[in-house]
């Protein structure tokens, strides 16, 4: 099946400067012909190439939001960060759900109540499950850098849907118990990053996704702004109620919140992939849970925000006080839900780790002999200035029949040197014709 | 045509900080090479072990790696104090690391004993106030069994 992905690069845009190349944390991007490449394979749409883009080429693929309209029933399903970006003046429960009926939606559904249904879950299959120590599956991109690149830890990620998917379940159910027609609810994620745009696209542990579309934050943002605390008509509906620890997932360090147990709470890619490499040779073995979000921040740090992320933080921490502090999860109906496994993943993720050299062993290792002998005779800068982002990667291209070895400009320079030598003492070998004449000019 | 595939790695003693270092390119080759899966988490166990047995122990060593369709052979060669006693230095707890690595987390006596779950082969070869040489291979194939 091919691998769908929501960022893309806009030509037009691409300087070929490969900065981009640097920071991805797969390595997923090379620069050839004078345009970036991403190796979809290998992409985990974490948005990072577009936080670090200079020329801004590099976008998320959302829906329009007048696919809204095709629905006679919208419901906007709202990430919990979302709350972090509504200056606390302008904030009013009531008033951001007028807000959402005046740009066309009927209903409001809020994440942060299957956040708190997903963290109620997550503490049940930590006491239940045997592996350690168990990974959090709310950050997509996460997951999927796990599958890509630590492989060998697919086990550990919890096997528990992820908020907005349970979220956009128990609306759907909501709606149809008050008697709204199934085809005419269309639910769209209102999502602060790629990556989740790709979960919907492409789910994890399910083959479909209950959200039929996803409106990137920023766009959502400069129709909703203006319309703040204006009812729209018909006005719209909250479908579930919202507490304090719900919308704390839109920070970092709010799941599994008041458990037992050791836990870890991760922020931003370098983090994450510090502590995989870690687990990976089975360090931290004491630890029952990890917290890990791509952004640095939580998801308030999402690359389809519009505040920085610091002033989102202060944002949500001041909104957060008009909401009741305790969670609003009914018990009775959480546990009815669990015991008939409504939480779980529908199939186990797989791993999908990158391609080997050959996948035949002999051959492999012919290949990354020869990998080792090129690598040998690069100059180690990892300048980038091949479209790969170090060397490493280069001498790996050059084996896999990517690229050419005068790719690396220091190489092509010596050979150029090597070339004008060459060229040079064969025009220091004068024709006999010529030699003849010499001497008797010098006469 | 002997076909074998050959890295090495240096390992500075009590560098803590830089521990798994060796294994972690351990794990990146061995996923280049199509090694399955369940062999390349038992060799990176044997790798991280071994490694973090010079960084305790040693004044320093090489991690070597060898790949062979038929097995992959981890072996620490270091310049240290050599093992005491070997017996009871397998035994699960049994530890003779300073203070400065317990400190640190490290040095839980689990080290020899993790190697010899996860290697098919293991041979120990130590010489007091020299050094010691840790070889243990990982068989590809189940009928290699017979060793």
């Known amino acids: ?443 | 045509m002997e076909n074998i595939l050959e890295f090495s790695f240096p390992v500075e003693g009590r560098s803590f900080n830089k521990a798994g270092d060796a294994a972690a390119r351990v794990k990146q080759l061995l996923k280049q090479a199509s090694i399955p899966s369940p062999f390349i988490r038992r060799a990176v166990v044997v790798a991280y072990e071994a490694e973090l047995n010079m960084i305790i122990h040693s004044q320093g060593g090489t991690l070597r790696l060898a790949i062979s369709p038929e097995q992959l052979t981890i072996q620490a060669v270091d310049q240290g104090p050599g093992i005491e006693n070997l017996q009871r230095a397998m035994q699960e707890g049994y530890s003779t690391a300073p203070r400065e690595a317990r400190e640190l987390g490290f040095g839980g006596g689990m080290g020899l004993s993790n190697i010899q779950r996860n290697a098919d082969h293991l041979d120990i070869q130590s010489q007091q106030n020299e050094g010691t040489v840790l070889t243990a291979a990982i068989y590809l194939e189940k009928a290699a069994s017979v060793s």
């Open chain 1, 1 to 443: 099946m091919q691998y769908i992905h929501s960022v893309h690069l806009d030509e037009d845009q691409c300087q070929a400067c490969t900065i981009c190349t640097k920071r991805c944390p797969t390595e997923a991007i090379r620069v050839y012909q004078g345009k970036a490449r991403i190796l979809e394979e290998r992409c985990i749409d974490c948005g990072e190439c577009m936080r670090t883009c200079p020329q801004e080429a590099k976008t998320s693929q959302t829906d329009p939001l007048e696919a809204v309209f095709a629905y006679p029933y919208a419901v906007a399903l709202i990430a919990p960060s979302l709350y972090s970006q509504i200056p606390p003046a302008q904030f009013n429960i009531e008033g951001l759900v007028d807000g959402f009926s005046a740009v066309g939606f009927r209903a409001v559904a809020d994440v942060s109540h299957g956040a708190e249904h997903v963290g109620e879950a997550y503490k049940q299959w930590i006491s239940a499950s045997e592996t350690r120590p168990l990974i959090s599956s709310a950050c997509p991109a996460v997951v999927r850098l796990i599958q890509v690149k630590f492989d060998e830890l697919t086990e550990h990620v919890m096997p528990i849907e992820s908020p907005m998917e349970v979220t956009a379940e128990l609306a759907r159910r909501q709606l149809q118990d008050q008697g709204v027609k199934p085809e005419d609810i269309g639910i769209f994620f209102v999502s602060p990053c790629p990556a989740k745009v790709t979960a919907v696209k492409q789910p994890l542990g399910r083959s479909y996704s209950h959200v039929d579309g996803v409106l990137s934050f920023s766009d959502v943002y400069q129709e909703l702004y203006p319309r703040l605390n204006e009812a729209g008509n018909p006005k719209g509906q909250r479908l579930f109620p919202m507490g304090r620890p719900g919308v704390r997932w839109g920070i970092t360090a709010a799941q599994t919140y008041e458990s037992e147990g050791i836990r870890m709470s991760l922020e931003g890619l370098d983090q994450v992939t510090a502590v995989l490499e870690d687990l990976s040779l089975g360090k931290l073995p004491d630890v029952d849970f990890i917290e890990a979000n791509a952004c640095p921040g939580g998801c308030i740090g999402g690359c389809l925000t519009v505040q920085s992320r610091f002033q989102a933080q202060v944002n949500l921490y001041r909104n957060l006080k008009h909401l009741p502090a305790k969670p609003q999860l009914d018990m009775d109906h959480f546990q009815r839900l669990y015991d008939q496994q409504f939480y779980m993943m529908h199939h186990a993720l797989q791993p999908r780790p990158s391609q080997p050299l050959d996948p035949d062993i002999s051959r492999a290792m012919q290949l990354m002999k020869r990998q080792e002998q090129i690598l040998q005779t690069l100059p180690g800068l990892d300048c980038g200035a091949c479209g790969s982002p170090n060397c490493q990667s280069l001498a790996e291209d050059i084996v896999r029949g990517w690229t050419t070895e005068n790719d690396c400009i220091f190489i092509l320079r010596e050979s150029v040197q090597n070339l004008a030598k060459e060229l040079w003492d064969l025009a220091q070998q004068v024709p006999p014709t010529i030699g003849r004449q010499k001497p008797s000019t010098e006469e």
